[in-house]
Nanobody, 124 residues
Framework: QVQLVESGGGLVQAGGSLRLSCAAS????????MGWFRQAPGKEREFVGA????????YHADSVKGRFTISRDNAKKTVYLQMNSLKPEDTAVYYC?????????????????WGQGTQVTVSS
């Protein structure tokens, strides 16, 4: 099993920045990809970005390209989501996810492990 714990959410004004963290523990040796998703009230959970656990591959949703950046620290088993130029429409609960295989990494159903989520609220 893999446990994921997100942190770093909060309230920020439009145009501001936040950095989310996702710490992985447990049987992490087999992880191939970690992703970030978000879910706004009344909406479906959507892909934000993903990063391969090995190598340098990163993926970002079009809605966040140029504003959000995913990175990782393998020694700390932690993935980060740096969010800049935040907009009110970025308000959502942000979830970290992990899976042991690469593939349809933009799909919710691809991931076996999920964190509990962290709230991000952007005020106008």
């Amino acid at each position: 099993q893999v446990q994921l714990v997100e942190s770093g959410g909060g309230l920020v004004q439009a145009g501001g920045s936040l950095r989310l963290s996702c710490a992985a523990s447990g049987r992490t040796s087999g992880i191939s990809v970690m992703g970030w998703f978000r879910q706004a009230p009344g909406k479906e959970r959507e892909f934000v970005g993903a990063i391969s656990w090995r190598g340098d591959s990163t993926y970002h949703a079009d809605s966040v390209k140029g504003r959000f950046t995913i990175s990782r620290d393998n020694a700390k088993k932690t993935v980060y989501l740096q969010m800049n130029s935040l907009k009110p429409e970025d308000t959502a609960v942000y979830y970290c996810a992990a899976d042991r295989s690469l593939g349809t990494i933009r799909s919710i159903v691809h991931y076996d492990y999920w964190g509990q989520g962290t709230q991000v609220t952007v005020s106008s």
